[in-house]
């Protein structure tokens, strides 16, 4: 079964969505919509019908270069105090009645790969940062083989290793 991710729409039912953490469920009923419309980010939803099956959400972001790993901070450009990312800001979720068939996984990798499509033709993105909630978010990216950022809870998946994911 394959569920569309859009852009969040004003139809849909905000208001039954439930993912366990109430910080994401009230982020999704109370704010998201406004974000949007403040340009702070993008949000979308996976659907069915005007359900609510899950969400993420995207932003501009910058990380450090002296955070990220030497091998890879090596190959960027010393002029670049601040690299160009792209922030999950661990806003991703799915609803509990949706738990445990894959759907986290299929939003997560939607996330990836519009990134790598936007980095690679648009604007320039040279990792993907989260900031997961808790240890179970944290054990949910590590499996995607998101790397731990010192000095700070965040997590970073690095935009080579998106790409390598969708080489045609
Ligand atoms: C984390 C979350 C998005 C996973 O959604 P889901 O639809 O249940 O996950 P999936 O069914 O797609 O699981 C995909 C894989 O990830 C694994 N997985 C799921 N949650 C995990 C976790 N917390 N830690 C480690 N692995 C996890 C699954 O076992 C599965 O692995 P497998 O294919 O080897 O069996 C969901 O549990 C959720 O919304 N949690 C609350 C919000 C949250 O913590 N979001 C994370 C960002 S802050």
Do not use: H, W
């Not at 991710?5 to 704010?31: A, H, M, T, V, W």
């Not at 959400?57 to 091998?71: K, V």
């Amino acid at each position: 079964m394959s569920y569309p991710i859009e852009p969040l729409r004003s139809d849909l039912n905000k208001k039954d969505f439930s993912c366990g953490k109430q910080l994401l469920d009230n982020y999704l009923q109370k704010q998201a919509g406004q974000d949007v419309k403040r340009k702070l980010c993008a949000v979308f939803a996976m659907t069915e019908g005007t359900t609510i099956i899950g969400y993420y959400t995207l932003s501009n972001a910058g990380i450090n270069r002296e955070m990220i790993p030497e091998d890879l901070r090596k190959k960027m450009p010393a002029s670049y105090t601040d690299l160009p990312a792209t922030s999950l800001l661990g806003r991703l979720a799915i609803n509990e009645k949706y738990r445990g068939k894959g759907l986290g996984e299929l939003l997560l990798l939607d996330a990836l790969k519009r990134n790598n499509q936007v980095s690679q033709a648009q604007i320039g993105s040279m990792a993907i940062i989260v900031d997961p909630l808790d240890e179970n978010a944290e054990a949910f990216y590590k499996k995607y083989d998101f790397i731990s950022l010192p000095d700070s809870k965040k997590m970073f998946l690095p935009m080579q290793s998106i790409s390598s994911l969708f080489k045609p």
